[in-house]
């Protein structure tokens, strides 16, 4: 009765895990080698010709450049979210109250964020207003110009989850013991040494979370973009076509071969950065 005091206590969840994850992947993956069309209860196997359109049809593959404009932002946040991680880390005035500001976004419901901005960049709205005070006067179509509209949503991505990583990095750089510091200052380090010797070293397996978590977030964009043009004007993401495929045009096959396209790629990444930043604990086994 012993061993089996631990399953039964893993029953529940591990129930819960097989019900709610494993059997609608493996659902989603038979799906997405029929044309089903989510309705019928009939529906016609058509083998890979689904994966085939998605990566043949201009209309369905030009979401993979819209991504790059949020993998681009994704890039630079971590950058601006690594320097303030640094900087406050050390005694600065107001640290605590510069922590608050730039975490409160993250707090935000993404719907929320969507609406405050969808105002913010309206035209002679307020980011027009804003830089008509600095003496440009702007009246562009931020989120109608199909050369503009992604720029707009991907810094709105930036400002809204600069908070998260900002967290990770410091809960890293916190987690280095200070001793190091002090050694360091002892020997003269400038604040530039100290990073480039002893805070890059030690938030290393973070820095390869936030790759993983931004490159991953860039693929899985939603709720902003629906939000605010739902997909109009070239906005349109993976996610946001896929949704459309599947209770707009009723191709569920369709939108079930885009999911499964989306999870291996997310996997795929997750295993490079793995090999690339691979786990400690399995470099000390």
Do not use: C, H
Request: no cysteine.
């Amino acid at each position: 009765m012993g061993r089996l005091t631990p399953w039964l206590y893993l029953a529940a969840p591990l129930g819960l895990l097989v019900i709610f994850t494993y059997v609608p992947v493996v659902s989603m993956f038979s799906y997405s080698l029929t044309n089903w069309d989510g309705v019928s209860y009939d529906s016609e196997f058509v083998g890979i010709d689904n994966y085939v359109q998605l990566f043949t049809r201009p209309e369905l593959f030009q979401v993979f450049f819209v991504s790059l404009y949020y993998l681009a932002a994704s890039l630079f946040q971590i950058v601006v979210a690594l320097y303030f991680a640094v900087v406050l880390s050390f005694k600065t005035r107001f640290r605590n109250f510069f922590k608050g500001i730039l975490f409160f976004p993250y707090l935000i419901n993404g719907v929320a964020v969507g609406f405050v901005f969808l105002y913010f960049f309206k035209q002679g709205g307020t980011l027009d207003s804003f830089l008509g005070l600095l003496g440009v006067q702007s009246r562009q179509f931020w989120l109608g110009d199909p050369d503009l509209v992604n720029v707009s949503l991907s810094s709105v991505s930036v400002w809204r989850f600069l908070g998260l990583n900002f967290v990770l990095f410091l809960g890293a750089i916190s987690a280095i013991p200070s001793e190091l510091y002090e050694a360091a200052e002892i020997d003269g380090a400038n604040r530039w040494q100290i990073f480039r010797s002893i805070i890059a070293p030690g938030i290393k397996p973070i820095l390869g979370l936030v790759t993983i978590l931004s490159i991953s977030g860039s693929l899985s964009v939603f709720e902003i973009p629906y939000i605010m043009t739902g997909g109009a004007n070239g906005s349109t993401t993976f996610v946001i076509q896929t949704v459309k495929q599947a209770f707009q045009f009723d191709k569920t096959g369709l939108a079930s071969a885009a999911a499964v396209v989306l999870l291996a790629l997310i996997l795929l990444i997750t295993w490079i950065q793995r090999k690339i930043v691979p786990d400690e604990r399995n470099e000390l086994a």
